[in-house]
């Protein structure tokens, strides 16, 4: 049957792939053109504490505005910019704009938030992720301790000395780490002896269905017991609904985000949805009348 289909099929592999390569080609260029005339941007989802209910930080996610397309997610051009290593240049513009917006926001009063920015394991093999982090902290006057790196365990699974030193001369910085989508990776959790991090970032598959499957909530129990004797933060990501959300503080999780609050957000609707947040928490904490 291979035989049979042998001719047809190589034929529709190569149209296939001449396609797909030019679309290729053509986003790598749409992607140089985007950086050049800003059409990059960044929208950030809140993080909350999940005992008092309180913002406390923000994931920064990359949109690009597209003048013809529209705002295109990540998920659509990342994979082709890490295989052209333009994800370099890309994650270094993401680093030095949300550490600029971290700095604006504390200049503006929104307080101590967590800026988590996603990392991309071609920056930490191939780009020089150091200069970068120091730049964008310096140039910003953010301080180091409210910069959080997302790392993705396919980073950590090699097992290199110089990963591991470069992480310890990030983390001297006063930065921390946080290890993205939990779960999803590998079976080997021998890299969080090797790797020091703070928190971990239960995957949304995890907590999807968390109060329909009891398989899923045995996998969130177990990560959230083993991260709390690591002496590690968890995070809940992907929360839709308030049973979610009820049986994940049930389970004893740290800190959570989701639609259920908010999707992510342009900067300045973050910033007001922060300041109403705290206004209600506020109004709620505050002195009833007599
Ligand atoms: P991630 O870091 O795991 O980010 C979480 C993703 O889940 C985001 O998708 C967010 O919008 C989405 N999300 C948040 N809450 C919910 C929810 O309650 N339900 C559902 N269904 N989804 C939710 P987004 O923004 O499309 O980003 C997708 C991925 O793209 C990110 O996954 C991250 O791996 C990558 N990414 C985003 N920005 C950057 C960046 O600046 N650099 C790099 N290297 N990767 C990035
Ligand atoms: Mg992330
Ligand atoms: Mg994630
Ligand atoms: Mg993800």
Do not use: E, H, M
């Given at each position: 049957r291979a035989k049979e289909s042998g001719r047809n099929a190589f034929r529709f592999f190569d149209t296939e792939m001449n396609s797909s390569v030019v679309e290729h080609l053509h986003l790598i260029s749409g992607m140089r053109q985007a950086l050049a005339s800003q059409e990059f941007t960044l929208h950030y989802q809140p993080q909350f504490d999940l005992a008092s209910g309180a913002v406390v930080g923000a994931e920064a996610l990359l949109r690009w505005r597209h003048p013809e397309l529209g705002l295109i997610p990540p998920g659509k051009f990342i994979p082709v910019a890490e295989k052209s290593g333009l994800i370099i240049d890309i994650g270094a513009w993401v680093l030095q704009e949300a550490c600029r917006q971290g700095m604006a926001w504390q200049a503006q009063g929104l307080g101590e938030l967590l800026l988590s920015v996603n990392l991309s394991p071609v920056q930490f093999r191939r780009g020089d992720i150091e200069r970068v982090v120091l730049n964008a902290l310096d140039e910003s006057g953010l301080p180091a301790g409210h910069l959080d790196l997302e790392m993705t365990e396919s980073l950590l699974i090699d097992d290199s000395s110089q990963l591991s030193e470069?992480?310890?001369?990030?983390?001297?910085?006063?930065?921390?780490?946080?290890?993205?989508?939990?779960?999803?990776?590998?079976?080997?959790?021998?890299?969080l002896k090797r790797f020091e991090v703070e928190r971990l970032k239960i995957d949304q598959s995890f907590i999807r269905r968390l109060t329909e499957q009891p398989h899923d909530e045995a996998i969130v129990r177990a990560i959230i017991q083993m991260a709390h004797s690591l002496k590690l933060t968890t995070v809940a990501e992907g929360i839709e609904d308030a049973a979610t959300l009820a049986r994940l503080r049930e389970l004893g999780c740290d800190r959570g985000q989701g639609f259920y609050w908010s999707p992510a957000l342009p900067a300045e609707e973050f910033a007001a949805y922060v300041r109403a947040q705290r206004q209600s928490a506020g109004l709620a904490a505050g002195a009833q009348p007599a």
């Open positions: 470069l992480l310890t001369r990030l983390r001297a910085l006063g930065l921390s780490f946080s290890i993205d989508d939990f779960g999803t990776g590998y079976s080997n959790l021998g890299y």
